[in-house]
DNA sequence: CGCTGCTTTGATTCGTATCAATAGCAGTGG
DNA sequence: CCACTGCTATTGATACGAATCAAAGCAGCG
């Protein structure tokens, strides 16, 4: 465990001072479009600019901890982080994987039920939740992106439900790399069977994904290669050859 | 495979007809300060209740079947039903069980995600799903409720991920124990450290919510009550004679 | 070049699924 | 009241998949 905690250590209801930087301009936001925000109008933002703070998260660093009191929420404006819960014991399970223009956090709640971490070097747009939570309840059509939001998430998660309950190894794997596929390679088009990524962490973390061990993770991927499904340029590349017997296993 | 379907067949925006009887009155609903419906005042209750119906549905009834058209949502007013994600080849699992006065169905979307079935004879107090998305989008505080209700579930659904993903036959028994003795020996006291309550549903669907087999949680059960954990005084009744054991054992 | 941390590969064990048979209970009709 | 039927649950024997334990390979970096 070489992680270490954020601390939001000055931080203030309403005007926030001491930690990240002022945001200075939603509107020319990379993710103005893509995130909740995108519910406001001009006057709206920039009422919510001012609650809100931009902050630099490096790899490993942890933003929120299971257990603590969920003191901020936030935007993802660049990065990616994991959300884990974690046993008594030290098992691990990553219960959902946040990217760009994603909201993080447990808005009207105390406690945090998951430790957020960031899996690359991240920024985001951070806010106190109490805050938050007062300027959503006075605001329907961010509390209606918000909804929209977490009945997409509840989906998602639902569905993982399935594969980490069912799945074999293999349908996993496979499972994971044609999601990963999909969140990966952007918006764009998916034309050809043939598609690249890079995947923005280690086999470890696939592993906590899929409630599986590295090794297991590992030897699939290298079967997998042998069969000539996939490539590995390197550690963190995946060139999926045929998308199609892709799909027939992930069951 | 015995399970039929409801079909809303003569189903209309605004004031259905032809299905399940009027809701006469909403203000004496046994769930009327539990369920989303907490958040109208009279008026709006009005409003919102012309837009549903009261509808049985016998255990083993599927009210939404996985992948097609979402067409209602629905509170539920008394029984248990449960949320299922097939897969292609027949295996299953429970995302979801939901009791007297929580919600179901997916607002603000197309394709049901999951299937909902009755587990017991059950009664729903349902809405045409385009209406109820109209209404709720016009009522932020109604929305405000969904909203909380949908976080609750999705920390729920995540907390349950770690379970499927991390967790021996052991310790994913004890932990749907402790559970379901919470949900169902209501919101009164449990005092003791024994606790008796009665399940609304038999060894498989404990196993599809669990993601074993129905060998393994009932080889597992037995186990326990040969250690004196618990007792099974007749198939879906369970006692929990050390609760403080039971929890040591959920991991 | 030789660390250091991550990944792959191998040998073995263990837990859970699978297959198969029996037991128990609920409902039905003689 | 009891025999019969169908369904659900339990119990047993075995097989298989993934975890575990252990070692070697490989890449990045001072």
């Known amino acids: 465990m070489t992680e270490t905690s954020f601390n939001p250590s000055s931080l203030s209801t309403g005007a926030a001072t001491g930690y990240g930087e002022p945001v200075t301009d939603c509107a020319t936001c990379v993710v103005r479009n893509r995130a909740i925000c995108a519910s406001l109008d ?7 600019g001012r609650l809100g703070r931009r ?17 901020v929420v936030a935007n993802v404006l660049e990065g990616v982080l994991k959300l884990v819960v974690a046993s008594a014991d030290g098992r691990e399970q990553i219960v959902g994987v946040v990217f760009p223009s994603d909201f993080i956090g447990r808005p009207f709640g105390k406690e945090s039920p998951y430790s957020v971490t960031a899996m690359t070097d991240a ?21 209606h992106k918000l909804l929209r939001r977490t009945l997409d998430e509840l989906d998602r998660a639902r569905h993982w439900m399935m594969l980490l309950g069912r799945k074999s190894a293999e349908e996993k794997v496979a499972s ?4 990963m596929s999909e969140r990966l390679s952007g918006q764009g088009c998916n034309s050809g069977a043939r ?25 699939q991927l290298t079967r997998m290669r042998a069969e000539g499904l996939l490539d590995l340029p390197s550690r963190r590349e995946i060139v999926i050859n045929d998308r199609a017997a892709m799909e027939a296993l992930a069951g």
Chains 1, 2 share one sequence.
């Open 42 to 48: 001009a006057e709206e933002l920039a009422l919510l």
């Open 55 to 71: 902050q630099r998260v490096k790899a490993g660093h942890t933003l929120l901890w299971e257990g603590d009191d969920a003191l």
């Open 123 to 143: 920024e985001v747009c951070i806010f106190n939740r109490k805050s938050f939570d007062d300027f959503a309840s006075a605001h329907p059509d961010l509390q």
């Open 176 to 179: 994971f790399l044609l999601e």
């Open 195 to 219: 598609s690249g990524f890079e995947l923005p962490f280690g086999r470890q973390q696939i592993a906590d994904i899929l409630g599986l061990t590295i090794e297991t993770t590992s030897r």
